[in-house]
């Protein structure tokens, strides 16, 4: 006769072997749109801060005139709430900016090289005039600086610009007439003219070749 123990040791069945291990769940991909939605959020807040100071408005007078809340303003200027786009319309036409002027991150300092490849131009419709921009549209600015080209025999009548805005030119190359309220004067390279730019205003090639001009362009309120 067997003991109890005997038996039992006998009657023992084996270890099942331990499960499968089962990789663990992939993380969840992050919301891409919440992660960008964050990364703006200092973005916005140090240019909303920028723009409000430049225009010497306080958060209260601000409020006022784009209808978001002194509080919500605050806490978007700290980088404490990411707004919505409808609040942040509201805040740019309160400001008089596009709304690509909150949102952009501005150039980090040092020099801000605009390569000549890369550069876009603006044509007439006939193609003979064409302006290049020289400078970035990363903040607010009340000056602009133009690369000017004028075909041989090129002809180019510019509306009058906003009141106070004036423009600063000097010819490079070539021999151009500058016409301003009827008024016109003959340029050769190495002349400069300064003139209000708020009434119709002509460029006139006098050249065989192509002319190139700089133009120094300033308003009297701040755009962009």
């Not at 509306?159 to 016109?184: S, W, Y």
Request: aromatic share 4%; no cysteine; net charge neutral.
């Amino acid at each position: 006769m067997k003991s109890a123990r005997e038996s039992t040791k006998r009657g023992k069945r084996p270890a099942s072997p331990p499960p499968e291990a089962r990789p663990a769940p992939e993380p969840a991909p992050p919301d891409e749109h919440s992660a960008s939605q964050r990364d703006l959020t200092p973005v916005v807040g140090a240019n909303l801060r920028r723009l409000r100071n430049q225009r010497g408005l306080s958060l209260e007078r601000l409020s006022q005139l784009s209808g978001v809340s002194r509080a919500m303003l605050g806490q978007i200027e700290l980088g404490q709430s990411a707004p919505t786009i409808n609040v942040l319309w509201k805040i740019s036409s309160a400001l008089g900016v596009p709304f690509s002027a909150l949102i952009t991150a501005r150039g980090s300092a040092g020099p801000h090289v605009l390569r000549g490849e890369q550069a876009k131009l603006l044509r007439s419709h006939d193609g003979s005039f064409s302006s290049r921009a020289l400078f970035p549209f990363d903040e607010p600015r009340r000056v602009e600086f133009y690369e000017l080209r004028l075909s041989p025999g090129g002809v180019e009548r510019a509306d009058a610009h906003n009141p106070g805005t004036t423009e600063n030119l000097v010819v490079a190359k070539g021999e151009v007439e500058i016409e301003v309220a009827g008024r016109k004067e003959s340029l050769v390279a190495g002349d400069a003219i300064v003139f209000e730019a708020d009434v119709p205003h002509v460029y006139r090639s006098r050249s065989d070749g192509e002319s190139v001009m700089y133009l120094v362009m300033t308003y009297a309120d701040t755009v962009g």
